[in-house]
């Protein structure tokens, strides 16, 4: 037998689906981040679409954007219909930045750490080849060879 496919579903499926609480789904409706509408008995029902929204922000919260930054990208969606891919390819654009650029410092991360990591300590061998005299505290505060 078929499982049948709500296309609008309550909060607390969509919570229980997303792994986000039933508060956090109301902030973010509050801030126009999704929308929902009403039963007849005036409870809140979500399109199945909202699922994918609430991700986005789930995701893009877990690496670093803003509510404000996602909130920017979010807009750029089609209102009054399901954003299809394409849709989603045009916004994901500083999202693939952002993880590209993480990517980048984890390997630095990954590579570095039993080495010199330009943080001022001098106190390997390696930091008098990649940071003699802590040259690299010009750069910046922090272990400027991970940070980049
Ligand atoms: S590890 Fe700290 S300066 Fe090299």
Known sequence: MTKRIETTLPIGA???RTGLSVS???YYEELG???????PGGRRRFVRAAIRRL????IA???GLSLEEISEALSRLPDGRTPTAADWTKISTGIRTR???????LERM???LDGCIGCGCLSLEACG?????????GEGAGPRLVLG
Request: glycine share 2%; aromatic share 6%.
């Open 14 to 16: 969509i919570a229980a």
């Open 24 to 26: 956090a789904i109301r």
């Open 33 to 39: 981040l999704v929308t929902s509408e009403r039963s």
């Open 55 to 58: 991700s986005f922000i789930l």
């Open 61 to 63: 919260q877990k690496l």
């Open 99 to 105: 993880i590209n650029d993480q990517i980048a410092a």
């Open 110 to 112: 990954r590579d570095r």
């Open 129 to 137: 080849l990649y940071n003699p005299a802590d040259e690299r505290g």
